[in-house]
């Protein structure tokens, strides 16, 4: 297995023997890689939806999207993935399951139908360890103990800010989630929760709460902290969800650009 850096504090390419990647043989220490480098990257790999199993099921459990999908079609055409409308907020950094008491693991994707070329549809990885590693260490206990409410609404408002009263109600209606804007991992790293799930920061005031989130998003997106894939075909990705942010960078809501997603169940409570 041989890696290269795409840059110095996040995101890897990996080449790997197809039997060594699907068996298994590197799991371990691909699971360290992706704590490090955020974001790694199997070109050309052309998986199989059983491949892609069989590969997510040598590094964790794999999470039933819906109760029902082990994969699931990332699309913004409605024909192929039935949640297209609420799939708009991809295009804004978030986290996967930032409503759930565990977030996701980890995020994998495969290009199935590449983007039209010059119509963007890259996908963007933040590396939350690196920005909060880099903060001032009077920043750092200056959030220590905040918490964040996380919802659903935040989310959609950035697709839709002036929803009707139906609509609110209806996002309102999933569960919302406050968690520590620190994580401190068991494995003893530490990263940001953040992302258009952030609804407010509890025990702060509104004006002051929106200006924190907005800085540190601004702070945790910086160049030096962003990996930007740029797909090709065949092209396989992996990220961590648990120390990053991630986006789709904006293409045509009418793009037939097509990923099929595998995601792993969270095996750390935050707190």
Known sequence: MQVVNAKPKVGSTVTIER?????????????????????????????????????ARTIGKVFLVGGDQELQNISMDPTVNRTA???????YWHIDGANDVIPAKATMLSVRTMPEQGTGGDTLVANTYA?????????????????IRHALEASQRYINPDPTVAELTRWRQHPS?????????????????????????EDMSREDGDMLLCRLQEWATQDEYVYRHVWSEGDFL???????????????????????RTTLHGEEPVG
Not at 26 to 36: M, N, P, S, T
Not at 195 to 200: D, E, L, P, S, V
Not at 240 to 256: E, F, I, V
């Open 177 to 201: 989630r406050s968690h520590p804007l620190v994580w401190h991992h068991r494995h003893g790293g530490t990263s940001l929760i953040l992302g258009n799930t952030c609804h407010y920061v």
């Open 85 to 91: 409308d609420y799939t708009r907020g991809a295009f």
């Open 238 to 260: 992996i990220f961590d969800n648990t120390g990053t942010m991630h986006r789709a960078d904006w293409y045509p809501l009418d793009s037939k650009r097509l990923m099929r």
């Open 19 to 55: 039997d060594d990647f699907l068996s298994g043989k590197y799991a371990a220490e691909i699971q360290r890689l992706l704590v490090e480098r955020s974001a790694l990257v199997f070109p050309a790999m052309h998986l199989t939806d059983a491949e892609q199993l069989q590969f």
């Open 131 to 147: 920005a909060y590693a880099d903060l001032p260490e009077a920043e750092k206990q200056a959030i220590d103990k905040l918490r």
